[in-house]
């Protein structure tokens, strides 16, 4: 079982629909969540990160965290053909050192 | 501010050869991270550093792998002999630790190219 784990997709919307992005990890002791959207031919960028269990808010992005269930989601509402990107789910290596470990990532394509 | 910054952009080295990769990490920074990301694949660990700490390299491939920090700043992430396995984009990143959070954030990357 890899240690965090995403649907590679492509997750294809249509222009406007809500995205949503999951992301589920195998050591419960991970603290710190985040999610990074990387444009092909670039770095990941930061775009939310989350720490306990609920909903956090930031424009058009929810990041959704469930420690019990090992789940973490991202949602994105009205999607725009400019979130179409690679969104990688990041987990806390064990012992919170910093160190990230990182899925595969999902392919977002928004049409439209 | 500035944010990390990474030299070169782009390395097309021989099969052989030593490279030497720079990072910049943001101003304040303590700790900061090398990856490595190949073509399709995920973000691989290879190194992290935080303040005068003994860095953890249990990320690092093979021992031609090493990298050092300067003056708790600049990193040099050095491949010897590289092979040709070793092209992918090389990531730096820096945080700054606050409540036990780190939150990552990457330079632009150094595109290495073993022919």
């Known amino acids: 079982q890899k240690e965090v784990e995403q649907n590679s997709g492509p997750l294809s919307v249509p222009e406007g629909a809500i995205a949503s992005l999951n992301c589920t990890y195998s050591d419960r002791v991970s603290q710190s969540f985040f999610w990074y959207r990387q444009y092909s031919g670039k770095s990941p960028e930061l775009i939310m990160s989350i720490y306990s269990n609920g909903d956090k808010e930031d424009g058009r992005f929810t990041a959704q965290l469930n420690k019990a269930s090992q789940y973490v989601s991202l949602l994105i509402r009205d999607s725009q053909p400019s979130d179409s990107a690679t969104y990688l789910c990041?987990?806390?290596?064990?012992?919170?050192?910093?160190?990230?470990?990182f899925g595969q990532g999902t392919t977002l394509q928004v049409k439209p | 501010g500035a944010g990390v910054s990474q030299s070169p952009s782009n390395k097309v080295t021989e099969k052989g050869k030593d490279v030497e990769l720079r990072c910049d990490p943001i101003s304040g920074h303590t700790a900061l991270y090398w990856y490595r990301q190949s073509l399709g694949q995920g973000l691989e660990f290879l190194i992290y550093f935080q303040g005068n700490s003994a860095p953890d390299k249990s990320g690092l491939p093979s021992d031609r792998f090493s990298a050092e920090r300067t003056g708790g700043s600049v990193s040099t992430l050095t491949i010897q002999r590289t092979q040709q396995e070793d092209s992918a984009v090389y990531l730096c990143?820096?945080?700054?630790?606050?409540?036990?959070?780190?939150?990552?954030?990457f330079g632009p990357g150094t595109r290495l190219t073993v022919t």
């Open positions: 990041a987990v806390n290596h064990p012992g919170n050192t910093g160190k990230l470990i």
């Open positions: 990143a820096s945080s700054s630790p606050h409540g036990g959070v780190y939150e990552q954030y």
